[in-house]
């Protein structure tokens, strides 16, 4: 199944600033999925990432606070603009993989202080 | 996506076989059955997947009664490592499927 490397891990970060997340897959995959799981919650999709083309978001997300990149089949970025305390959660990307279902990052634990 | 309904928690010791029961009444003809285990941590890690009847692998059991309105996972012989959220998705494996997590189950394995 596919390998995907998220980075950074873990961060704390000053309220209103901007933090990007990277997440690197082994192999080549048409979709790309951003969640955001809060603290002792469950996940919660935050946009589909297709390369080439504007990502989509599900309701409750805008672009404006969540701008994702994709620019090639192998890798994306998730970036959280003028963050506040209530952003705080752990972000995980994940790509479908036909016969294992999906594989998911080991996650972005951020903190926002 | 249907919507899904399983316990809360579930506590259980070590060598027990556990089972956890979740409720899909309104699944569609199309819709697949699909569970994902959660360590703390970690992103959710694809257990196993099923349509109908019984589906066996390494890891787990997913039974599957004929009106596909619930699904049991079954863990055999539990061990202090199984200690998980354990989450029931249902819908239809494509292109565009979107994962829609619910609350999942925590279970708790104790010596």
């Known amino acids: 199944s596919a390998v995907i490397s998220q980075k950074p891990s873990r961060d704390i970060c000053q309220r209103g600033t901007s933090l990007t997340i990277q997440c690197q897959v082994d192999?080549?995959?048409?979709?790309m999925f951003w969640y955001r799981q809060q603290p002792g919650q469950s996940l919660t999709l935050i946009a589909t990432?297709?390369?080439?083309?504007?990502?989509?978001?599900e309701s409750g997300f805008v672009i404006d606070k969540f701008p994702i990149s994709r620019p090639n089949l192998t890798f994306s970025t998730l970036t959280v603009s003028n963050m506040s305390p209530e952003d705080s959660s752990i972000y995980l990307c994940?790509?479908?993989?036909?016969?294992?279902?999906?594989?998911f990052g080991s996650g972005t634990r951020l903190t926002v202080v | 996506l249907a919507k899904t309904t399983q316990p809360i928690s579930m506590d259980s010791y070590e060598g027990q076989e556990v089972n956890i029961t979740c409720s899909h009444n309104?699944?569609?003809?199309?819709?697949?059955i699909t569970w994902y285990q959660q360590f703390p941590s970690q992103g959710p890690r694809f257990i196993i997947q099923?349509?109908?009847t019984k589906v066996t692998n390494e890891v787990a059991s997913l039974f599957i009664p004929a009106d596909r309105k619930s699904s049991t996972l079954s863990l055999p012989r539990v061990s202090l490592s199984d200690t998980a959220v354990y989450y029931c998705?249902?819908?239809?494996?494509?292109?565009?499927?979107?994962?829609?997590f619910g609350a999942g189950t925590t279970v708790t394995v104790r010596a």
């Open positions: 994940s790509v479908e993989e036909r016969l294992d279902g999906y594989t």
């Open positions: 192999s080549q995959v048409t979709m």
């Open positions: 990432a297709n390369q080439g083309s504007e990502a989509t978001y």
């Open positions: 309104n699944i569609a003809t199309n819709d697949y």
């Open positions: 099923g349509y109908k």
């Open positions: 998705l249902v819908g239809v494996p494509s292109n565009d499927y979107k994962l829609s």
